[in-house]
């Protein structure tokens, strides 16, 4: 469970900050909830398809599967350590006033980390619907939050949650080296 858990805090952290960036804007309530949706279903889906990816690698390459899900973790937390700051308040932008395919685009460009994570269980072999279940949660509750104080927090707090979750994924990844390295299966 304390890997569920390592694995979903970052997602977290992620989650809360695009939606204090959309709590900023000051959309109604029915736009927070429809987002709320977008949230849950593409961060509760995706992590499922990464773990039938990963799944069926990991059964095609056995013991080296972990390895993968470290690289993948610590490529996923360089990335959010990397992201172009104008491009994500695009992409805020676009959500914010979002209908119809665009907005289904828009949730599938904010769960792509989900992706990875999910990746990530299916190498590792992490009980998926504990972990979709705390996914799920997480989007539902920082998601409100974020577009509750949304308006209250400085920018620049926004942008250290993202880099934070990209510190923490990066912590995680090089955690799981050193128990795989001294021999402690993941999986």
Partial sequence: MLAVLGLVLPLGLDTFAVSAALGAMGLGRAQRIRLSLVFIA????MPLVG???GDQLGARIGDVGEYAAIAALFALGIYELRQDEEAEEALVERMSRANGAILLTAGLAVSLDELAIGFAFGLLNIPIVAAVLAIAAQALILSQLGFAIGTR?????RERAE?????VLIGLALLLLVLRLAGTSLG
Avoid: H, W
């Avoid at 927090?153 to 707090?157: K, L, S, Y």
């Fill in 163 to 167: 880099r934070l979750a990209g510190i």
């Fill in 42 to 45: 593409f961060e509760g889906l």
């Fill in 153 to 157: 927090i400085e920018e620049r707090v």
């Fill in 51 to 53: 773990l039938l990816i």
